[in-house]
């Protein structure tokens, strides 16, 4: 058994834009890498990685593969020739995003190097996600997909309702591991309060009660349903504003902007764009719901974020982590702006009931996602891999 693993990560775009996903395969890299391992990140674009990752000390290494000229999708011949290259030192690989066809050609430098490697598949696989391009999804996994999987050493899930959902398409039943995103829970130490982004956000008015949307604006995330929930609330004279963070592509942020006009909201109706560091923990506390009306979401980090800051949660069974979100305290709607109205008002109209689901919520988080239970868990599932990947006698 190695004390200390080399474990190399590839994901193939580094963007803050793409969200959680980016943000759990970061920390997941430097959480493992302050426990002492040595980890490598492999990416094709590296824009968002971090500064402080180039400074000595427990931080990951990051290594650019060179993607193929006619298209950023894989990787060229010479980027493959680095990753191989890579594999002399490497205990164990964790691919990301399977559905990049980058993917299928580093398992094949795996498997030739006799590598474990281990597939997470980010709620990729989700029921939703597979109704849509679904033809497109289909092909893919006949021609090349399934054997991603099937030569995976290990299948990761970070929910058993990913993986019941995920199985239906892929072999791996018996090489399945369930184990939940890290999160950095240090920054949520010391929170900053409501200050910051009241001073970076004039908009915002203290005197109202403030919804928080945070996250990618994406047509699956049901930023539509919250509109129409606010316009019901605004109708009851409820004084609410809508705070919507998140980057997202400007024809869709105008055609929610439109849709807040037409519904007569667009005055309580604030879209603040990208919110990062202190500004967004800042909007966290500030909130008094976070609410994320989403239709799939696999980890959706933002939803624990939330709670690490003590704002209660509504959301619905279309991400992954449902159950245990229940179990934090958070309230589970169906997909719906009525049922939001009312669960969001249930919030609002009893200030004990939200500051005990707030208090609830941090500390339950604080227990799931402790950060020596989940490197803990990681470590397992590679060493596991590792054994599995030994000659038998």
């Known amino acids: 058994m190695h004390d200390r693993l080399t474990i190399v990560h590839f994901i193939r775009r580094v963007r803050a834009e793409d969200g959680g996903l ?55 011949t010479q980027g493959l020739r680095r990753f191989d290259d890579l594999l002399h030192e490497v205990d164990v690989a964790h691919l990301h995003t399977p559905w990049d066809p980058s993917n299928l050609q580093l398992s094949k430098c795996l498997v030739a190097k006799e590598i474990p490697y281990v597939v997470t598949v980010h709620g990729m696989l989700d029921d939703w996600s597979m109704r849509k ?11 090349g997909g399934r054997r991603l999987f099937q030569n995976a050493t290990t299948v990761h899930f970070t929910a058993e309702a990913e993986r019941d959902q995920a199985l239906k398409w892929i072999p791996g039943a018996d090489r399945a591991a369930i184990q939940s995103c890290a999160m950095d829970l240090s920054v949520y130490e010391n929170l900053p309060g409501p200050e910051p982004a009241l001073n970076q956000f004039p908009v915002i008015r203290p005197e109202r009660e403030k919804i928080l949307f945070l996250s990618r604006i994406h047509p699956k995330k049901g930023i539509e349903l919250l509109l129409e929930a606010g316009a019901m609330m605004l109708d009851r004279q409820r004084p609410i504003q809508l705070l919507i963070a998140g980057p997202g592509d400007e024809s869709y942020v105008r055609q929610l902007q439109a849709e807040s006009r037409r519904l007569g909201i667009d005055e309580h109706t604030h879209f603040l764009g990208m919110v990062r560091g202190t500004e967004k923990l800042s909007l966290y506390q500030l909130a008094d719901v976070f609410v994320l009306p989403t239709y799939q979401e696999n980890f959706g980090l933002v939803l624990p974020e939330a709670l690490a800051c003590g704002t209660p949660v ?10 245990e979100l229940e179990q934090a305290g958070a309230t589970i709607v169906d997909n719906s702006a009525t049922a939001l109205t009312e669960a969001i008002e249930e919030f609002l109209n009893d200030g004990e009931r939200r500051q005990q689901a707030g208090r609830q919520g941090k500390q339950y988080v604080n227990q799931w996602l402790d950060q020596n239970n989940v490197v803990a868990g990681y470590e397992r599932m590679y060493r596991g891999m590792m054994d599995r990947m030994k000659p038998k006698n």
């Open 22 to 76: 980016v943000q759990a395969v970061l920390d997941m890299c430097q959480l493992m890498a302050v426990q002492g391992h040595r980890v490598i990140l492999a990416t094709l674009d590296a824009t968002d990685v971090p500064r402080q990752w180039s400074d000595a000390g427990n931080t990951p290494e990051v290594v650019e593969l060179e993607p193929a000229k006619w298209t950023g999708a894989r990787v060229s």
């Open 133 to 143: 391009k679904s033809l497109k999804k289909r092909v893919f996994l006949a021609c």
């Open 314 to 323: 509504v959301t619905t069974r279309g991400t992954d982590i449902w159950r």
